[in-house]
């Protein structure tokens, strides 16, 4: 059973009012988060790639990465939770895990079901809500993993978009 239906939510997925490319996040997060991130999407077989700047390399441990000099060029580590659905992870800060993904590659149920099964798996492996914010809208999600309902559920009302 999906944990959102498309026609309930698929406001949330228009590019005139999301912009392509959402923020997803994991807020008070940690290092040792991050790490889990890492290990999850080793573990699940997911295809990924880890690259800082045109150099793609071996994905580095989370301190290690997270601990870059301040002028280091920031990395990012592409997931693909199936062949047509990316993430793309930034290393902005230790206190907070965050990527984003392209609105045009979550269009219909399937997709959406995707895309919360992923969200449900990072909550899980965190035991931490992963949030979806508009495109530049920070700190007003419209969706995310809720820990207690352990579901991904609406936290904005779709009629309001």
């Known amino acids: 059973m999906s944990d959102l239906l498309w026609d309930d939510v698929k406001c949330f997925f228009d590019l005139d009012l999301m912009g392509s490319l959402p923020d997803v996040r994991v807020p008070s997060a940690s290092v040792e988060d991050w790490q889990a ?3 999850l999407v080793a573990g699940e ?3 990924y790639q880890y690259s800082e700047g045109e150099a793609v390399l071996p994905v580095p441990r989370a301190e290690d990465v997270l601990s870059r000099p ?3 060029e920031c ?3 592409r997931v693909w939770p199936t062949a047509d659905v990316l993430a793309i992870f930034r ?3 230790d206190d907070e895990v965050d990527f984003y993904i392209d609105v045009r ?3 219909g149920q399937e997709r959406l079901d995707v895309f919360c099964d992923f969200l449900r798996e990072i909550g899980r492996r965190l035991g931490k809500p992963v949030l979806m914010d508009a495109e530049g809208d920070y700190g007003h999600p419209v969706l995310g993993f809720d820990v ?3 579901r991904v559920v609406l936290l904005a009302d779709p009629q309001v978009r």
């Open 91 to 93: 290393f902005h800060a």
């Open 148 to 150: 207690d309902a352990d």
């Open 105 to 107: 590659e979550l269009q």
């Open 75 to 77: 990395p990012d580590l």
């Open 37 to 39: 991130v890492l290990d």
């Open 45 to 47: 077989g997911w295809k």
């Open 70 to 72: 301040a002028d280091a």
